[in-house]
């Protein structure tokens, strides 16, 4: 009886359900409440790596570009009217400026990994044949050229040293004489004048020579010559050559007012000057510069424009040189 007891009861138990105490369950939940905790921090720790993570590249990433830029770039050239390689800054380079790496320009493609400076040098260019001299142009005839100024005659005059082209002294031998230069270039012509010349050896000023003729050398002459009366006086005439001439022509007046015109025989105005002394005599050394062609003539008057006495008011004349 016993064994069927046992038996039926081992029977009885292998067919009931089986049940769990409950609190193995609450440590069930509690199992999984914390595995799923743990997730959600693996999860969290997941992205918060994957940020940091990312911000790292990206950092990476702007390093990298700025150390490109850099190396890209070309040193500055110091000019003071713009930014790196002459380029104002703000402005973009145009296509083909030279100084980025793999870029090209007028000298050929650039060298990798070489910066602008350290670029080998061009090849010099093959030297052209000179040029033929070219012939000077024909040199156009001088423009017509007159000035006239008036200063006080110097004490002493070398004639031979102020005319070294020509000159004239009148008076040494009387109203009709006159001493030119030896070797002179007859440029200086005594073209005449109104009134009668009369010689006089009074002049402030003395005159001396060493190249002349007839009279060769003299030391120290006072001499010239003089005519009365308004309307009366002396005409010159000087040849054009070309060239840029001086003319020194040395007069004076005694109680008189004396007119001396200058003019270019291709025409243009009249230049004239005065000069005058009530009282007594005045001396001078008249300057004309001009440039005339050849054939041409400067043409010089110098007359008595009014007088201050009844005795004589006259115009005087004593030597001219050109140079």
């Known amino acids: 009886m016993a064994d069927e007891d046992r038996t039926r009861a081992q ?3 292998a067919n009931e359900p089986t049940h769990r105490p409950a609190s193995h369950r609450a440590h ?16 969290a720790r997941r992205r918060r790596r994957w940020a940091l993570e990312g911000i790292a590249a990206l950092v990476c990433l702007i ?7 850099t190396r890209a770039a070309p040193e500055p050239d110091g000019d003071a009217g713009g ?24 000298a050929g493609p650039a060298t990798p990994g070489l910066r602008p400076r350290e ?9 052209s044949a000179p040029a033929p001299p070219s012939a000077p142009p024909p040199r156009a005839p001088a423009a017509p050229v007159l000035s006239v100024s008036q200063v ?14 020509d000159w004239m002294h009148w008076g040494l031998r009387g109203g009709n004489s006159k001493v030119s230069k030896r070797a002179g270039t007859g440029e200086i012509v005594d073209a005449g004048g109104r009134g009668n010349r009369v010689a006089w050896d009074g002049n402030q000023e003395v005159v001396r020579w060493s190249d002349g003729t007839p009279e060769r050398t003299v030391g120290g002459s006072s001499n010239g010559v003089y005519t009365c009366g308004v309307g009366n006086g002396f ?5 054009g050559s070309g060239e840029p001439r001086t003319v020194h022509l040395y007069a004076g007046t005694w ?3 004396g007119r001396l015109d200058a003019r270019l025989s291709t025409g243009g105005p009249i230049s004239t000057v005065r000069l005058e002394d009530p009282y007594t005599s005045r001396s001078a050394q008249f300057t004309i510069r001009f440039v005339l062609p050849r054939g041409a003539r400067l043409v010089v008057t110098w007359t008595v424009e009014k007088v201050f006495t009844e005795h004589c008011g006259n115009v005087g004349l004593q030597a001219v040189a050109l140079r």
């Open 11 to 13: 029977s009885q138990g």
């Open 28 to 43: 069930a939940v509690d199992a999984a409440q914390n595995r799923s905790a743990l997730r959600r921090i693996a999860r």
């Open 63 to 69: 390093v990298l570009g700025t150390y490109l830029g």
């Open 83 to 106: 930014g790196p390689g002459g380029v104002p800054a703000g402005a973009s380079r145009p296509t083909g400026f030279p100084g980025a790496e793999g870029r090209t320009n007028e």
């Open 119 to 127: 670029r080998p040098p061009s090849p010099d260019p093959t030297p």
């Open 152 to 165: 006080e005659a110097p004490a002493e005059i070398d004639l031979s040293a102020v005319g070294a082209r």
């Open 235 to 239: 005409s010159l005439a000087v040849e």
């Open 255 to 257: 109680m008189a007012r």
